[in-house]
């Protein structure tokens, strides 16, 4: 939690997601405090689960929470649901993850299109929000359009191998 906080490279934007909806609000106060840009804390809720309380980033298996920050200051928490990206609600078993292996499998299902709905669902909520927050989209949806794009047209698998290839 403190990290974002500190962040030695005072990223303009922040899309922070948090384990609890009770840091929601404290965590967007304290970022609006600190000159970041702009933003959003989030929270996402998992419908139906006992086990499971929530997760840090938005999911398409349920409601989400956030507030903004910055430029996209909102006094009061907002709820994010799939349907408001166009999406229809996902069991949680899609964003079962695994291994190394199983995790690059995940990757490349998602890079070729062939990955568990609710899992290329809840990647493009989030990067749709992220687009919003810097100004690059108008809306959720342009944003969903935007990163669907961007996948199909192989430019994320390319940024990929790039960084790879930087990294390596």
């Known amino acids: ?29 304290s970022l609006h405090q600190s000159g970041t840009k702009g933003g959003f804390v989030i929270h996402g809720c998992v419908e139906g689960h006992s086990t499971i309380n929530g997760v840090d980033e938005l999911t398409s298996c349920g409601q989400n929470i956030a507030q903004g920050f910055g430029r996209n200051l909102s006094k009061v928490e907002t709820n ?22 199983q ?5 490349n299902q998602i890079l070729s299109g062939t990955a568990p709905s609710g899992l290329t669902n809840s990647i493009l909520m989030n990067t749709a929000l992220a687009f919003l927050t810097t100004g690059r989209t108008q809306d959720l949806h342009e944003g969903v359009d935007l990163g669907k794009q961007l996948l199909q047209d192989g430019i994320v698998k390319k940024w990929l191998s790039q960084t790879t290839t930087f990294f390596a």
């Not at 005072?10 to 840091?23: A, D, E, R, T």
């Open 80 to 101: 994010f649901s799939p349907e408001q990206f166009g999406f229809t609600q996902s069991p949680i078993e899609d964003l079962s993850g695994g291994d190394l292996n």
């Open 1 to 29: 939690i403190l990290g974002p906080m500190i962040n030695p490279a005072q990223p303009g934007y922040q899309l922070l997601g948090v384990y609890s909806k009770k840091l929601v609000s404290k965590l967007s106060n």
């Open 103 to 107: 995790n690059l499998d995940l990757m």
